[in-house]
Protein backbone atom coordinates (compact mmCIF):
# COMPACT_ATOMS: atom_id res chain seq x y z
CA UNK A 1 0.00 0.00 0.00
CA UNK A 2 1.48 3.54 -1.11
CA UNK A 3 1.86 6.08 1.21
CA UNK A 4 -1.06 8.68 -0.10
CA UNK A 5 -3.60 5.22 0.53
CA UNK A 6 -2.09 5.28 4.07
CA UNK A 7 -2.81 8.53 4.52
CA UNK A 8 -6.06 8.42 2.99
CA UNK A 9 -7.38 5.65 5.28
CA UNK A 10 -6.36 7.39 8.25
CA UNK A 11 -8.19 10.74 7.79
CA UNK A 12 -10.62 8.44 7.33
CA UNK A 13 -10.65 6.63 10.57
CA UNK A 14 -10.27 9.40 12.34
CA UNK A 15 -13.30 11.42 10.97
CA UNK A 16 -15.72 8.53 11.07
CA UNK A 17 -14.40 8.49 14.81
CA UNK A 18 -14.54 12.03 15.44
CA UNK A 19 -17.47 11.75 18.24
CA UNK A 20 -15.07 11.22 21.04
CA UNK A 21 -12.97 14.40 20.37
CA UNK A 22 -15.89 16.43 19.96
CA UNK A 23 -16.05 17.77 23.01
CA UNK A 24 -13.56 17.87 26.23
CA UNK A 25 -16.67 17.60 28.52
CA UNK A 26 -15.69 16.96 32.53
CA UNK A 27 -17.66 13.54 33.29
CA UNK A 28 -19.87 14.28 36.30
CA UNK A 29 -19.10 11.37 39.40
CA UNK A 30 -20.97 8.41 39.71
CA UNK A 31 -21.77 6.74 42.23
CA UNK A 32 -21.98 2.49 41.84
CA UNK A 33 -23.66 1.05 45.36
CA UNK A 34 -24.25 -2.37 46.89
CA UNK A 35 -21.81 -3.77 44.67
CA UNK A 36 -20.05 -7.19 45.83
CA UNK A 37 -16.42 -6.24 45.12
CA UNK A 38 -13.79 -8.92 44.08
CA UNK A 39 -10.94 -7.97 45.62
CA UNK A 40 -7.82 -9.36 43.71
CA UNK A 41 -5.30 -8.82 46.70
CA UNK A 42 -6.94 -11.10 49.21
CA UNK A 43 -8.46 -13.08 47.00
CA UNK A 44 -11.88 -12.23 49.10
CA UNK A 45 -15.36 -10.12 48.20
CA UNK A 46 -16.19 -6.96 49.81
CA UNK A 47 -20.28 -7.19 50.01
CA UNK A 48 -22.45 -4.19 49.37
CA UNK A 49 -19.56 -1.64 48.90
CA UNK A 50 -19.96 1.42 46.98
CA UNK A 51 -17.45 3.20 44.52
CA UNK A 52 -17.41 6.30 43.32
CA UNK A 53 -15.96 7.03 40.09
CA UNK A 54 -14.44 11.27 39.48
CA UNK A 55 -13.43 11.48 36.36
CA UNK A 56 -11.41 8.56 35.17
CA UNK A 57 -10.47 7.12 38.76
CA UNK A 58 -11.66 5.47 41.23
CA UNK A 59 -11.94 7.95 44.24
CA UNK A 60 -13.52 6.16 46.75
CA UNK A 61 -14.63 3.14 48.20
CA UNK A 62 -16.81 2.44 51.36
CA UNK A 63 -19.49 0.73 52.79
CA UNK A 64 -23.07 1.64 50.97
CA UNK A 65 -24.27 2.14 54.70
CA UNK A 66 -21.87 4.76 54.69
CA UNK A 67 -22.12 6.02 50.91
CA UNK A 68 -25.00 5.85 49.27
CA UNK A 69 -25.04 9.37 48.03
CA UNK A 70 -23.14 12.14 46.75
CA UNK A 71 -24.02 15.13 45.69
CA UNK A 72 -23.87 16.02 41.86
CA UNK A 73 -22.94 12.22 41.39
CA UNK A 74 -25.38 9.77 38.90
CA UNK A 75 -26.15 6.53 41.28
CA UNK A 76 -25.98 3.09 39.71
CA UNK A 77 -27.31 0.68 41.50
CA UNK A 78 -25.58 -2.76 41.65
CA UNK A 79 -27.20 -4.94 44.05
CA UNK A 80 -26.42 -8.56 43.48
CA UNK A 81 -24.24 -7.83 41.11
CA UNK A 82 -20.05 -8.64 41.39
CA UNK A 83 -17.52 -6.00 40.31
CA UNK A 84 -13.78 -7.51 38.88
CA UNK A 85 -11.06 -4.97 37.87
CA UNK A 86 -10.99 -4.83 33.95
CA UNK A 87 -9.62 -7.79 32.64
CA UNK A 88 -5.82 -7.95 30.77
CA UNK A 89 -4.82 -10.32 28.10
CA UNK A 90 -1.37 -10.33 28.75
CA UNK A 91 -0.41 -11.49 24.85
CA UNK A 92 -2.28 -10.95 21.84
CA UNK A 93 -1.23 -10.17 18.51
CA UNK A 94 -2.69 -7.12 16.25
CA UNK A 95 -1.14 -5.50 12.44
CA UNK A 96 1.17 -8.86 12.42
CA UNK A 97 -0.15 -7.81 8.86
CA UNK A 98 -1.56 -4.63 8.45
CA UNK A 99 -2.20 -4.89 4.91
CA UNK A 100 -3.98 -8.36 4.77
CA UNK A 101 -5.84 -10.38 7.38
CA UNK A 102 -4.97 -8.02 10.02
CA UNK A 103 -5.95 -4.74 8.20
CA UNK A 104 -6.88 -1.95 9.90
CA UNK A 105 -10.72 -2.04 9.52
CA UNK A 106 -10.36 -5.77 10.94
CA UNK A 107 -8.19 -4.82 14.10
CA UNK A 108 -10.57 -2.19 15.01
CA UNK A 109 -13.05 -4.66 14.61
CA UNK A 110 -11.29 -7.04 17.19
CA UNK A 111 -10.34 -4.53 20.11
CA UNK A 112 -14.15 -3.65 19.87
CA UNK A 113 -15.12 -7.14 20.40
CA UNK A 114 -12.29 -7.32 22.98
CA UNK A 115 -13.46 -4.26 25.06
CA UNK A 116 -17.28 -5.23 25.06
CA UNK A 117 -15.84 -8.76 26.75
CA UNK A 118 -14.42 -7.32 29.44
CA UNK A 119 -10.67 -6.69 28.18
CA UNK A 120 -9.51 -3.11 29.20
CA UNK A 121 -5.82 -3.62 28.46
CA UNK A 122 -3.69 -5.98 26.11
CA UNK A 123 0.26 -6.79 26.01
CA UNK A 124 0.69 -7.00 22.03
CA UNK A 125 3.37 -9.38 21.80
CA UNK A 126 4.73 -8.70 18.20
CA UNK A 127 3.22 -6.58 14.98
CA UNK A 128 4.10 -3.24 12.87
CA UNK A 129 4.79 -1.00 15.51
CA UNK A 130 3.49 1.49 13.00
CA UNK A 131 0.27 0.48 13.24
CA UNK A 132 0.01 -0.33 16.78
CA UNK A 133 1.45 3.21 17.69
CA UNK A 134 -1.56 4.56 15.66
CA UNK A 135 -3.89 2.27 17.49
CA UNK A 136 -2.29 2.71 20.83
CA UNK A 137 -2.63 6.59 20.92
CA UNK A 138 -6.62 6.22 19.46
CA UNK A 139 -7.42 3.47 22.06
CA UNK A 140 -5.43 5.47 25.18
CA UNK A 141 -8.08 8.95 24.14
CA UNK A 142 -10.98 6.70 23.68
CA UNK A 143 -10.92 7.63 20.14
CA UNK A 144 -12.13 4.03 19.49
CA UNK A 145 -13.78 1.35 21.58
CA UNK A 146 -10.85 -0.61 22.43
CA UNK A 147 -8.74 -1.81 25.21
CA UNK A 148 -5.73 0.15 25.94
CA UNK A 149 -2.67 -0.91 24.25
CA UNK A 150 1.18 -2.24 25.66
CA UNK A 151 2.57 -3.11 22.75
CA UNK A 152 6.76 -4.69 22.57
CA UNK A 153 9.52 -4.37 19.49
CA UNK A 154 10.73 -7.83 18.42
CA UNK A 155 14.30 -8.51 19.60
CA UNK A 156 16.40 -11.69 17.86
CA UNK A 157 19.54 -13.45 16.46
CA UNK A 158 20.07 -13.06 12.57
CA UNK A 159 18.72 -15.64 11.64
CA UNK A 160 15.40 -15.43 12.90
CA UNK A 161 14.59 -12.37 10.56
CA UNK A 162 13.98 -14.94 7.92
CA UNK A 163 10.33 -15.42 9.43
CA UNK A 164 7.88 -14.89 6.88
CA UNK A 165 5.60 -13.05 9.58
CA UNK A 166 8.58 -10.91 10.16
CA UNK A 167 8.64 -9.42 6.52
CA UNK A 168 4.46 -8.77 6.16
CA UNK A 169 5.33 -6.89 9.95
CA UNK A 170 8.30 -4.77 8.53
CA UNK A 171 6.77 -4.56 4.96
CA UNK A 172 9.00 -1.39 3.56
CA UNK A 173 11.76 -2.01 5.56
CA UNK A 174 14.36 -4.92 6.28
CA UNK A 175 13.29 -7.42 8.73
CA UNK A 176 16.09 -7.43 11.59
CA UNK A 177 16.96 -3.96 10.64
CA UNK A 178 13.81 -1.89 11.68
CA UNK A 179 13.25 0.26 15.27
CA UNK A 180 10.67 -2.57 15.75
CA UNK A 181 11.92 -6.18 14.79
CA UNK A 182 16.12 -5.99 15.49
CA UNK A 183 18.55 -8.62 15.08
CA UNK A 184 21.30 -8.10 18.06
CA UNK A 185 24.56 -9.58 19.08
CA UNK A 186 27.19 -9.21 22.08
CA UNK A 187 27.98 -5.88 20.27
CA UNK A 188 25.10 -4.31 19.48
CA UNK A 189 24.70 -1.07 20.60
CA UNK A 190 21.92 -1.75 23.22
CA UNK A 191 21.35 1.98 24.27
CA UNK A 192 20.25 2.91 21.15
CA UNK A 193 18.12 -0.26 20.18
CA UNK A 194 16.40 0.87 23.46
CA UNK A 195 15.97 4.15 23.06
CA UNK A 196 14.30 4.21 19.58
CA UNK A 197 12.44 1.58 21.05
CA UNK A 198 10.86 3.83 23.90
CA UNK A 199 10.68 6.43 21.02
CA UNK A 200 8.75 3.78 18.59
CA UNK A 201 5.87 4.06 21.61
CA UNK A 202 6.95 0.27 23.12
CA UNK A 203 6.67 -0.83 26.60
CA UNK A 204 8.83 -3.75 26.53
CA UNK A 205 11.17 -5.60 24.51
CA UNK A 206 10.34 -9.38 23.81
CA UNK A 207 13.62 -11.42 22.85
CA UNK A 208 11.93 -14.01 20.69
CA UNK A 209 14.79 -16.52 19.18
CA UNK A 210 18.07 -17.54 18.73
CA UNK A 211 19.53 -14.73 20.91
CA UNK A 212 23.41 -16.08 22.90
CA UNK A 213 22.71 -16.94 26.13
CA UNK A 214 25.71 -13.66 26.92
CA UNK A 215 23.59 -11.29 25.29
CA UNK A 216 20.43 -11.45 27.24
CA UNK A 217 21.81 -9.79 30.27
CA UNK A 218 22.88 -7.15 28.55
CA UNK A 219 19.85 -6.89 26.62
CA UNK A 220 17.77 -6.97 30.23
CA UNK A 221 20.09 -4.56 31.46
CA UNK A 222 19.89 -1.76 28.80
CA UNK A 223 15.56 -2.40 28.69
CA UNK A 224 15.34 -1.71 31.93
CA UNK A 225 17.91 1.30 32.36
CA UNK A 226 15.62 3.37 29.44
CA UNK A 227 12.19 1.96 31.49
CA UNK A 228 11.46 -0.82 28.64
CA UNK A 229 9.71 -3.85 30.38
CA UNK A 230 11.99 -7.53 29.92
CA UNK A 231 9.94 -9.62 28.14
CA UNK A 232 10.49 -13.23 26.22
CA UNK A 233 9.80 -16.71 25.13
CA UNK A 234 10.84 -18.95 27.67
CA UNK A 235 12.93 -20.61 25.07
CA UNK A 236 15.19 -18.09 22.94
CA UNK A 237 17.67 -20.39 22.21
CA UNK A 238 20.66 -21.00 22.48
CA UNK A 239 19.86 -19.58 25.43
CA UNK A 240 17.74 -21.90 27.86
CA UNK A 241 15.01 -20.73 30.44
CA UNK A 242 17.48 -20.60 33.40
CA UNK A 243 19.83 -18.60 32.03
CA UNK A 244 16.92 -16.45 30.36
CA UNK A 245 15.64 -15.72 34.26
CA UNK A 246 18.77 -15.49 35.44
CA UNK A 247 19.52 -12.82 32.73
CA UNK A 248 16.91 -10.30 34.14
CA UNK A 249 13.99 -11.34 32.14
CA UNK A 250 10.70 -10.42 33.97
CA UNK A 251 8.16 -12.10 32.48
CA UNK A 252 8.19 -15.79 30.43
CA UNK A 253 5.86 -16.72 27.55
CA UNK A 254 4.49 -20.02 27.19
CA UNK A 255 5.00 -22.73 29.28
CA UNK A 256 5.09 -25.56 27.14
CA UNK A 257 8.79 -24.01 26.26
CA UNK A 258 10.17 -24.42 29.71
CA UNK A 259 10.64 -28.37 28.92
CA UNK A 260 13.57 -26.83 27.03
CA UNK A 261 15.57 -26.72 30.08
CA UNK A 262 16.14 -30.34 29.56
CA UNK A 263 16.10 -31.22 26.07
CA UNK A 264 18.94 -29.85 24.03
CA UNK A 265 18.16 -30.24 20.67
CA UNK A 266 14.62 -28.08 21.46
CA UNK A 267 14.41 -25.98 18.79
CA UNK A 268 15.03 -28.94 16.10
CA UNK A 269 12.16 -30.45 17.57
CA UNK A 270 9.67 -27.61 18.64
CA UNK A 271 9.92 -25.97 15.16
CA UNK A 272 11.54 -29.00 12.82
CA UNK A 273 11.56 -32.62 12.62
CA UNK A 274 13.40 -33.94 15.65
CA UNK A 275 12.13 -36.92 17.97
CA UNK A 276 11.93 -36.98 21.42
CA UNK A 277 12.99 -40.60 22.84
CA UNK A 278 10.87 -42.32 25.60
CA UNK A 279 13.35 -41.80 28.53
CA UNK A 280 13.43 -37.84 27.85
CA UNK A 281 9.99 -37.89 28.02
CA UNK A 282 9.29 -39.28 31.01
CA UNK A 283 12.53 -36.98 32.85
CA UNK A 284 10.38 -33.88 30.85
CA UNK A 285 7.08 -34.50 32.69
CA UNK A 286 8.83 -34.93 36.12
CA UNK A 287 8.73 -31.25 38.46
CA UNK A 288 11.77 -32.12 40.22
CA UNK A 289 13.46 -31.61 36.99
CA UNK A 290 12.75 -28.03 36.68
CA UNK A 291 13.34 -26.72 40.80
CA UNK A 292 16.03 -25.02 39.90
CA UNK A 293 14.30 -22.80 37.44
CA UNK A 294 11.90 -22.13 39.63
CA UNK A 295 14.10 -21.41 42.73
CA UNK A 296 15.41 -18.84 40.49
CA UNK A 297 12.00 -17.60 39.04
CA UNK A 298 10.65 -17.14 42.83
CA UNK A 299 14.14 -15.02 43.72
CA UNK A 300 13.71 -12.92 40.58
CA UNK A 301 10.12 -12.23 40.69
CA UNK A 302 9.74 -13.86 37.26
CA UNK A 303 5.82 -13.92 35.91
CA UNK A 304 5.04 -17.01 33.58
CA UNK A 305 2.56 -16.00 30.50
CA UNK A 306 1.17 -19.36 30.23
CA UNK A 307 -0.63 -19.19 27.24
CA UNK A 308 -2.73 -22.46 27.59
CA UNK A 309 -4.91 -21.42 24.93
CA UNK A 310 -3.10 -21.36 21.64
CA UNK A 311 -2.05 -24.83 22.27
CA UNK A 312 -5.35 -26.56 23.17
CA UNK A 313 -6.67 -24.63 19.78
CA UNK A 314 -3.80 -26.64 17.49
CA UNK A 315 -3.57 -29.98 19.84
CA UNK A 316 -5.30 -31.74 17.13
CA UNK A 317 -3.64 -30.37 14.11
CA UNK A 318 -0.93 -33.12 14.77
CA UNK A 319 0.91 -35.38 17.25
CA UNK A 320 3.28 -32.36 17.58
CA UNK A 321 0.95 -30.32 18.85
CA UNK A 322 -0.67 -32.62 21.12
CA UNK A 323 2.47 -32.85 23.01
CA UNK A 324 2.37 -29.29 22.86
CA UNK A 325 -0.48 -28.44 24.50
CA UNK A 326 0.12 -31.63 27.24
CA UNK A 327 3.80 -29.99 28.24
CA UNK A 328 1.68 -26.61 28.18
CA UNK A 329 -0.86 -27.28 30.78
CA UNK A 330 1.84 -29.81 32.78
CA UNK A 331 4.50 -27.03 33.04
CA UNK A 332 1.51 -24.57 34.02
CA UNK A 333 0.50 -27.10 36.75
CA UNK A 334 4.34 -27.58 37.83
CA UNK A 335 4.68 -23.86 38.14
CA UNK A 336 1.73 -22.89 40.10
CA UNK A 337 2.15 -25.98 42.42
CA UNK A 338 5.96 -24.08 42.76
CA UNK A 339 4.26 -20.54 43.68
CA UNK A 340 5.28 -18.54 40.21
CA UNK A 341 3.36 -16.14 39.77
CA UNK A 342 0.83 -16.53 36.49
CA UNK A 343 -0.52 -14.43 33.94
CA UNK A 344 -3.07 -15.18 31.67
CA UNK A 345 -2.43 -14.61 27.86
CA UNK A 346 -4.04 -16.40 25.08
CA UNK A 347 -1.41 -15.65 21.98
CA UNK A 348 -4.65 -15.74 19.95
CA UNK A 349 -4.50 -14.67 16.44
CA UNK A 350 -8.25 -14.03 16.41
CA UNK A 351 -10.80 -13.93 18.97
CA UNK A 352 -13.65 -13.25 16.28
CA UNK A 353 -14.14 -16.90 15.33
CA UNK A 354 -15.02 -19.55 18.40
CA UNK A 355 -17.20 -17.51 21.15
CA UNK A 356 -19.33 -15.22 22.05
CA UNK A 357 -16.55 -14.00 24.61
CA UNK A 358 -13.20 -13.04 24.29
CA UNK A 359 -10.75 -16.12 24.24
CA UNK A 360 -9.28 -14.41 27.66
CA UNK A 361 -12.75 -15.90 28.77
CA UNK A 362 -11.32 -19.47 28.20
CA UNK A 363 -7.34 -18.85 29.58
CA UNK A 364 -9.43 -18.43 33.03
CA UNK A 365 -11.08 -21.75 32.22
CA UNK A 366 -8.33 -23.33 31.52
CA UNK A 367 -6.48 -22.43 34.37
CA UNK A 368 -9.18 -23.31 36.42
CA UNK A 369 -10.32 -26.62 35.21
CA UNK A 370 -6.74 -27.84 33.93
CA UNK A 371 -4.06 -26.24 36.07
CA UNK A 372 -6.40 -26.24 39.54
CA UNK A 373 -6.54 -22.85 40.13
CA UNK A 374 -9.26 -21.24 42.38
CA UNK A 375 -11.59 -19.56 40.25
CA UNK A 376 -10.44 -15.66 42.28
CA UNK A 377 -6.64 -17.11 41.55
CA UNK A 378 -7.47 -17.20 37.99
CA UNK A 379 -9.53 -13.67 38.07
CA UNK A 380 -6.05 -12.53 39.35
CA UNK A 381 -4.25 -14.29 36.71
CA UNK A 382 -5.99 -11.62 33.82
CA UNK A 383 -6.07 -8.48 36.30
CA UNK A 384 -3.19 -8.05 38.96
CA UNK A 385 -0.66 -10.29 37.86
CA UNK A 386 -1.22 -9.33 34.11
CA UNK A 387 -0.91 -5.66 35.27
CA UNK A 388 2.42 -6.48 36.71
CA UNK A 389 3.79 -8.07 33.48
CA UNK A 390 2.97 -4.69 31.67
CA UNK A 391 4.58 -2.33 34.39
CA UNK A 392 0.85 -0.87 35.31
CA UNK A 393 -0.15 -2.33 38.63
CA UNK A 394 -0.25 1.44 40.49
CA UNK A 395 -3.22 2.02 38.07
CA UNK A 396 -4.79 -0.69 36.96
CA UNK A 397 -5.38 -4.27 37.51
CA UNK A 398 -7.56 -4.05 41.16
CA UNK A 399 -10.26 -2.26 42.56
CA UNK A 400 -8.74 0.08 44.66
CA UNK A 401 -9.16 4.36 45.53
CA UNK A 402 -7.01 6.21 43.11
CA UNK A 403 -6.67 3.82 40.35
CA UNK A 404 -8.57 3.50 37.02
CA UNK A 405 -12.12 2.97 36.94
CA UNK A 406 -11.58 -0.16 34.73
CA UNK A 407 -14.30 -2.25 35.84
CA UNK A 408 -16.21 -4.88 34.52
CA UNK A 409 -19.91 -5.77 36.17
CA UNK A 410 -20.88 -9.32 36.61
CA UNK A 411 -24.46 -10.62 37.25
CA UNK A 412 -23.06 -14.08 38.56
CA UNK A 413 -20.78 -14.17 41.33
CA UNK A 414 -17.00 -15.76 39.74
CA UNK A 415 -16.07 -17.11 42.95
CA UNK A 416 -17.06 -21.20 42.98
CA UNK A 417 -17.66 -20.94 39.00
CA UNK A 418 -15.04 -19.23 36.71
CA UNK A 419 -17.55 -19.37 33.87
CA UNK A 420 -19.11 -16.22 35.29
CA UNK A 421 -16.54 -14.12 34.21
CA UNK A 422 -18.79 -14.21 30.93
CA UNK A 423 -22.08 -12.91 32.68
CA UNK A 424 -21.13 -9.46 31.92
CA UNK A 425 -23.82 -6.61 32.27
CA UNK A 426 -21.70 -3.89 32.45
CA UNK A 427 -17.86 -3.16 31.41
CA UNK A 428 -16.32 0.43 32.47
CA UNK A 429 -12.79 2.16 31.10
CA UNK A 430 -11.60 5.12 32.03
CA UNK A 431 -14.51 6.00 34.08
CA UNK A 432 -17.19 5.52 31.21
CA UNK A 433 -19.81 2.97 30.37
CA UNK A 434 -19.03 1.29 27.30
CA UNK A 435 -22.08 -0.06 24.53
CA UNK A 436 -21.77 -3.68 25.39
CA UNK A 437 -24.67 -4.49 22.67
CA UNK A 438 -28.07 -4.53 22.89
CA UNK A 439 -29.96 -5.39 25.92
CA UNK A 440 -32.39 -8.06 25.26
CA UNK A 441 -34.66 -7.23 27.97
CA UNK A 442 -35.49 -3.98 25.85
CA UNK A 443 -38.44 -4.44 23.57
CA UNK A 444 -36.13 -2.65 20.43
CA UNK A 445 -32.87 -2.89 18.99
CA UNK A 446 -29.92 0.17 18.98
CA UNK A 447 -30.12 -0.04 15.25
CA UNK A 448 -31.30 -2.23 12.16
CA UNK A 449 -29.65 -1.69 8.38
CA UNK A 450 -31.31 -2.30 5.53
CA UNK A 451 -29.61 -1.95 1.89
CA UNK A 452 -26.83 1.00 3.29
CA UNK A 453 -29.39 2.94 5.57
CA UNK A 454 -29.04 2.52 9.20
CA UNK A 455 -31.93 3.39 11.65
CA UNK A 456 -30.99 4.06 15.40
CA UNK A 457 -33.47 3.98 17.92
CA UNK A 458 -33.85 7.40 20.14
CA UNK A 459 -31.13 7.88 22.48
CA UNK A 460 -31.27 9.59 25.96
CA UNK A 461 -28.54 10.51 27.97
CA UNK A 462 -28.25 7.61 30.16
CA UNK A 463 -24.80 5.32 31.20
CA UNK A 464 -25.00 3.01 28.26
CA UNK A 465 -26.49 -0.70 29.45
CA UNK A 466 -28.26 1.26 32.64
CA UNK A 467 -31.39 3.09 33.28
CA UNK A 468 -29.51 5.70 35.38
CA UNK A 469 -28.84 9.24 33.42
CA UNK A 470 -25.48 10.57 33.24
CA UNK A 471 -26.53 13.90 35.23
CA UNK A 472 -29.19 15.86 36.26
CA UNK A 473 -28.27 19.12 33.84
CA UNK A 474 -29.54 19.27 30.47
CA UNK A 475 -25.61 19.78 28.79
CA UNK A 476 -24.39 17.07 30.56
CA UNK A 477 -27.51 14.62 29.28
CA UNK A 478 -26.38 15.96 26.26
CA UNK A 479 -23.06 15.07 25.60
CA UNK A 480 -24.31 11.58 27.31
CA UNK A 481 -26.76 11.18 24.15
CA UNK A 482 -24.49 12.23 21.98
CA UNK A 483 -21.56 9.77 23.11
CA UNK A 484 -24.31 7.16 23.14
CA UNK A 485 -25.11 7.65 19.47
CA UNK A 486 -21.66 7.61 18.74
CA UNK A 487 -20.47 4.38 20.42
CA UNK A 488 -23.94 2.59 18.32
CA UNK A 489 -22.59 4.40 15.14
CA UNK A 490 -19.16 3.03 16.02
CA UNK A 491 -20.09 -0.54 16.19
CA UNK A 492 -21.52 -0.20 12.87
CA UNK A 493 -18.33 1.20 11.58
CA UNK A 494 -19.70 4.46 10.93
CA UNK A 495 -19.12 7.75 12.37
CA UNK A 496 -21.11 11.26 12.94
CA UNK A 497 -20.18 12.32 9.31
CA UNK A 498 -22.45 9.42 8.22
CA UNK A 499 -25.57 11.07 9.88
CA UNK A 500 -27.93 12.15 7.36
CA UNK A 501 -31.03 12.98 9.64
CA UNK A 502 -31.95 13.65 13.01
CA UNK A 503 -34.48 14.02 15.08
CA UNK A 504 -34.23 16.11 18.40
CA UNK A 505 -36.78 15.47 21.20
CA UNK A 506 -37.15 18.03 24.06
CA UNK A 507 -38.65 17.77 27.60
CA UNK A 508 -38.91 21.37 27.35
CA UNK A 509 -38.80 23.66 23.56
CA UNK A 510 -37.07 26.39 26.12
CA UNK A 511 -33.92 24.37 26.12
CA UNK A 512 -33.10 24.15 22.44
CA UNK A 513 -30.65 26.98 22.27
CA UNK A 514 -28.65 25.11 25.13
CA UNK A 515 -28.85 21.24 23.55
CA UNK A 516 -28.10 22.66 20.12
CA UNK A 517 -25.21 23.90 21.31
CA UNK A 518 -23.85 20.59 22.18
CA UNK A 519 -25.14 19.05 19.39
CA UNK A 520 -23.22 20.83 16.76
CA UNK A 521 -20.23 19.81 18.81
CA UNK A 522 -20.68 16.35 17.04
CA UNK A 523 -20.69 17.02 13.11
CA UNK A 524 -17.71 18.51 11.69
CA UNK A 525 -18.31 18.57 7.97
CA UNK A 526 -21.89 19.18 6.56
CA UNK A 527 -24.55 18.87 8.76
CA UNK A 528 -27.64 16.00 8.61
CA UNK A 529 -31.16 17.20 8.09
CA UNK A 530 -32.87 18.06 11.40
CA UNK A 531 -36.38 17.68 13.36
CA UNK A 532 -37.00 19.37 16.76
CA UNK A 533 -40.09 19.30 18.59
CA UNK A 534 -41.46 18.89 22.38
CA UNK A 535 -42.45 16.18 24.03
CA UNK A 536 -44.63 15.61 26.93
CA UNK A 537 -42.28 13.01 28.47
CA UNK A 538 -39.35 11.24 27.50
CA UNK A 539 -37.93 7.56 29.18
CA UNK A 540 -36.46 8.18 32.40
CA UNK A 541 -37.49 11.55 32.38
CA UNK A 542 -35.05 12.50 30.54
CA UNK A 543 -34.34 16.44 29.57
CA UNK A 544 -33.61 15.22 25.46
CA UNK A 545 -33.58 12.38 22.84
CA UNK A 546 -32.05 12.33 19.88
CA UNK A 547 -32.81 9.97 16.85
CA UNK A 548 -30.62 9.47 13.84
CA UNK A 549 -30.31 7.74 10.75
CA UNK A 550 -27.06 7.02 8.81
CA UNK A 551 -26.03 5.79 5.49
CA UNK A 552 -22.89 4.27 3.72
CA UNK A 553 -22.90 6.66 0.81
CA UNK A 554 -23.27 9.74 2.25
CA UNK A 555 -23.17 13.02 -0.56
Known amino acids: MNIKKILTLVVLF ?30 KIAKDQSILIEGDKIKRIASTKKLSKVKGASVVDLKGKFVIPGLIDAHVHHATDPDDWDKLSITTERLRY ?19 A ?70 GIKIYADVEAETVPLLASAAKKHGLKVWSHAYIGPSKPLQTVNAGVETIS ?59 Q ?48 HELKLLVGEIGMKPLEAIQAATLNAAKVIGIEDSVGSVEEGKKANLVVLSESPEKNIENSKSIV ?7 FIFIGDDPQLPFSSSREMNGTIWLSGQIGNHPSTLTLAGESLEVQMHQTMKNIGQVLESKNLGFDDVVKCTLMLADIDDWPEANKVYIQYFNGKKPARSAFAASGLALDAKAEVECIASRSTD
Open 14 to 43: ITTNSYALASEDTLEPVLLINANIVDVNSL
Open 114 to 132: LLRGGVTSVRDMGGDARAL
Open 134 to 203: YLKRQAEVDSIASPDIYFSVIIGGESFFSDPRTIASAKGREPGHTVWMRAVGEHSDMDSIMLQAKGAGAT
Open 254 to 312: HASDISAQLVDNFKEWRRKTAELDGSKWEEILQKDSYLDLFDAMNENGTILDATLTVFE
Open 314 to 361: RNELNEKYRLLDQLSTKMTQFAYQNGITIAAGTDAFSDLENDTTPMIH
Open 426 to 432: HVVKNGR
